[in-house]
């Protein structure tokens, strides 16, 4: 089955403690990207990758790195989380940005 | 001003009526759009793309109008079905070349009532 995995799906954590968000998908996409969804401010780009090792900023990169050494994964990094970095984590692919967007199921993160 | 932008509604609308979705972009550069739903909790999923020419699925219509920058999405005899949040997204180039970003609205929340 053609599908975007995000892992965890539900995180809890403290301020500094790193975490990464995996993402991995099937379907032999070249461009991946990370969003986050926030109420009344919607889907953000955070970045994006139009291949491997091609990664670049979306709008809201403060806060985060990502790696794309693999077509299949793009890890989301948080090195030290901060309260305001609690969010809807979407990680979604695509042959392009003309093409449609497949997204994961979503990474419930708080940090406290 | 935000480069996408939609009424965020909710809007309330009966059974069987016929509603009307509007998004106006700031980019005149941009070069792709889609219409996105996205379920309460759930991931967003394609719904269709927009072509210059308009183009219709079933019960649903997009139009773009480049010269005004708006793209509208209309749907024809509502079901409880479609009660979702509707996302416009528009896709540019940050380089003049090939398109590498996608902009998404807010979402505009439509709730059929029976």
């Known amino acids: 089955e053609a599908q975007v995995t995000q892992n965890p799906r539900y995180l809890i954590t403290v301020t500094g403690k790193k975490l990464t968000v995996t993402c991995s998908q099937n379907m032999n996409h070249e461009y991946m990207s990370w969003y986050r969804q926030d109420p009344g401010l919607g889907l953000r780009q955070i970045y994006y990758?139009?291949?491997?090792?091609?990664?670049d900023k979306g709008d809201v990169p403060e806060g985060y790195k990502v790696s794309r050494k693999e077509k299949r994964n793009f890890p989301l990094i948080l090195e030290s989380p901060s309260p305001n970095q609690t969010s809807l984590y979407f990680c979604?692919?695509?042959?392009?940005?003309?093409?449609?967007?497949?997204f994961g199921p979503g990474t419930r993160l708080t940090v406290l | 001003r935000k480069e996408v932008e939609q009424d965020p509604g909710p809007f309330n609308v009966p059974e069987g009526a016929t509603v009307a979705f509007n998004c106006t972009y700031s980019?005149?550069?941009?070069?792709?759009f889609f219409w996105y739903r996205q379920d309460c909790r759930k991931e967003p999923k394609l719904l269709m793309s927009?072509?210059?020419s308009g183009n219709e699925d079933g019960r649903f219509t997009a139009q773009l109008n480049r010269a005004s920058q708006y793209i509208s999405l209309l749907i024809r005899d509502s079901k409880l079905s479609d009660s979702a949040t509707y996302l416009c997204v528009v896709a540019h180039s940050n380089y003049g070349g090939a398109t590498n970003k996608l902009i998404f609205g807010t979402g505009t929340l439509l709730a059929v009532q029976p």
């Open positions: 979604a692919s695509s042959r392009g940005t003309n093409n449609e967007q497949f």
């Open positions: 990758s139009m291949n491997v090792e091609v990664t």
């Open positions: 927009v072509y210059s």
């Open positions: 980019n005149s550069a941009s070069q792709s």
